[in-house]
């Protein structure tokens, strides 16, 4: 599996977007998949988790309420809504699959990444 992040952009505070990660292969409906980031001079921090089935969703308190994870195994994607957006969120937000389809939030857990789509929230 090869995952790759979009959606990224600058937005203003207060504002939303959503990102997504496409995968390639067949075993994408397998994984768990988790939405990381990592701001400047920071270390990368877990964001969301989604199962398989996409029944069980897990989120880091940061961003719980705020940030919304969803997978369409049809079509090999996981999706992050993002709302509520403010300059604190500003990072790069990488996308990763767990292929031992865990209840993850930890970063070594995570087996397979994409590249990252760069988000940037402006005051």
């Known amino acids: 599996v090869q995952l790759q992040a979009s959606g990224g952009g600058l937005v203003q505070a207060g504002g939303y977007l959503r990102l997504s990660c496409a995968a390639s292969?067949?075993?994408?409906?397998?994984?768990?998949m988790g939405w990381f980031r990592q701001a400047p001079g920071k270390e990368r921090n877990f964001l969301a988790g989604?199962?398989?089935?996409?029944?069980?969703?897990w989120y880091a308190d940061s961003v719980k309420g705020r940030f919304t994870i969803s997978r369409d195994n049809a079509k090999n994607t996981v999706y992050l809504q993002m709302n509520s957006l403010n300059p604190e969120d500003t990072a790069v937000y990488y996308c990763?699959?767990?292929?031992?389809?865990?209840?993850?939030?930890?970063?070594?857990?995570?087996?397979?990444w994409g590249q990252g789509t760069l988000v940037t929230v402006s005051s």
């Open positions: 990763a699959a767990d292929v031992q389809s865990s209840v993850a939030t930890v970063l070594w857990a995570y087996d397979i």
């Open positions: 292969g067949r075993t994408f409906g397998l994984y768990t």
């Open positions: 989604i199962s398989w089935s996409g029944d069980s969703t």
